[in-house]
Structures are given as C-alpha cells and as structure tokens.
C-alpha cells in the first residue's frame, strides 16, 4: 500500500519561506513522478509543480521563479521549497505520485501566508 507523508506547512509572513516534504513509502519512488497540488477555500485544487523521473520540472506560472521542487530518491522524499511567499499562495498543499497508470495523494498540509 503506498503512503504519502507530507510535513513543513506552517504559518509564514508574506516574504517568507517554507519547505514542504513528501515521503513515500510502497512505490518505486524513482520511477514516480511527482506532484505538488494546492486548495484554497472555496477554489478548485490546482496543480503547483511537477518532477518527473529524470528531474525535469514545472511550475504554474504565479509561482515560476519563487519555488522550486527537487527529488531525493535515496530518501523516497520530494521537496517544494518556496520563497516569497505571498498571501494568495495560503492553501492546503497536497502531494500526489504517479507511476504505471496509478497514483496516490497524501493527506494535506496547511500553509498560511498572513501578517
């Protein structure tokens, strides 16, 4: 059974910085690609990033040049680092995995931009 692990939400000031972790357990993590999601209230969950299998990225463009999402594959574990933040970008972020025609969410984790 695969299993997401997502932690560093948190609350934040505008200008600051937060580095979410997803870890997984139960896939072949280098043979995954990887994810990062956001949902605001009352908004539809979107995409923020993405990391494929040879580390190639993407990125929604409100967050182009302010985050950025790295693999470790010896460690099953994902990172969004994100800086300046600002306070649009305060929503649930979710971690989501992909490999062979599956994939799997992870459980949410908080971010508040806010003064």
């Known amino acids: 059974q695969v299993q997401l692990v997502e932690s560093g939400g948190g609350l934040v000031q505008p200008g600051g910085s937060l580095r979410l972790s997803c870890t997984a357990s139960?896939?072949?993590?280098?043979?995954?690609?990887v994810s990062w999601y956001r949902q605001a209230p009352g908004k539809q969950r979107e995409i923020v990033a993405f990391?494929?299998?040879?580390?190639?990225?993407g990125f929604k463009d409100s967050v182009k040049g302010r985050f950025d999402l790295s693999r470790d594959n010896a460690k099953n574990t994902a990172y969004l680092q994100m800086n300046s933040l600002k306070p649009e970008d305060t929503a649930v972020y979710y971690c989501?995995?992909?490999?062979?025609?599956?994939?799997?969410w992870g459980q949410g984790t908080q971010v508040t931009v806010s003064s």
């Open positions: 990391i494929v299998t040879g580390g190639k990225t």
């Open positions: 139960g896939v072949v993590f280098s043979a995954a690609a």
């Open positions: 989501n995995v992909a490999w062979s025609g599956a994939s799997s």
